[in-house]
């Protein structure tokens, strides 16, 4: 039997989080006996053994990076402090993890670029170009220069984080996936998202500041025709890649 995966959630609602992990699950390939799974929304972050596993995965979250810090819940000043000593873990050991969305504001801010609403994203798809890392990285390789994906978020990295490889990018969110050492990834976009997965968060969100709560049934409309087989890929390629024996 493989090591497990660890998957790290954040999201508060256990209608968002259990359709996040069976999503994360199916397009990664990854068997229920391969998955553990850390809720830390209540209790905050534990300290982790990272090498009783293959790869660590963080998932989205309602919790914003660039929120004044005189604003921020006591929950999510705990969760910052827990990343920051995941963080040293894992740059220590170059130890595979996959962030996406919050997990990519979280090891952006940990690795000292700044965060912020300048380029956030609407709910939807939009495509992202690979750059010349990008198509040579074992996660993208075969994949399409262009590929599509979906979004939906009001924060992002303004900038790529010192020592950081900027894998992909588009004009509106300009570090879209990055990679830091040879092991550790981030995405802004969502590699688990689809349109059944996109229909559940814009329910669950529409009172929390992503799109206007009217227009919930017409963003439902337009993620029901969005196709994004080649995101759903980056999540396999990676499970793919560091699942150890």
Do not use: W
């Not at 669950?204 to 799109?211: E, N, P, V």
């Not at 709560?213 to 963003?219: E, F, R, W």
């Amino acid at each position: 039997m493989s090591k497990p995966f660890l998957l790290i959630q954040l999201r508060p609602e256990d209608i968002t989080a259990n359709n996040e992990m069976l999503k994360i699950k199916h397009y990664g390939g990854i068997a229920d006996t391969e998955l553990i799974r850390i809720r830390v929304e209540q209790n905050g972050l534990p300290a982790i053994a990272v090498n009783d596993f293959s790869g660590i995965i963080v998932g989205g979250s309602p919790f914003d990076v660039s929120t004044p810090e005189s604003d921020k819940s006591a929950i999510q000043k705990k969760i910052e402090v827990g990343f920051s000593r995941l963080f040293d873990q894992l740059l220590e050991r170059d130890f595979p993890f996959l962030g996406c969305c919050s997990g990519n504001g979280l090891l952006g801010n940990y690795l000292g670029t700044s965060v912020s609403r300048k380029y956030g994203e609407p709910v939807g798809g939009t495509d992202i170009t690979l750059t010349a890392a990008g198509t040579d990285d074992p996660l993208l390789a075969g994949l399409p220069t262009t590929l599509r994906v979906l979004t939906g978020h009001k924060e992002a990295c303004d900038n790529l984080p010192p020592g950081a490889v900027l894998l992909a990018t588009n004009s509106s969110c300009p570090v879209q996936m990055f990679r830091v050492q040879s092991n550790i990834y981030a995405t802004q976009f969502h590699p688990e998202g689809d349109a059944e997965g996109f229909t559940v968060r814009i329910n669950t969100y529409r009172d929390h500041g992503y799109f206007p709560p009217a227009s919930a049934s017409q963003l439902i409309d337009t993620v029901s025709i969005e196709h994004t087989p080649d995101a759903h890929a980056i999540l396999g390629n990676f499970v793919t890649r560091f699942r150890q024996p």
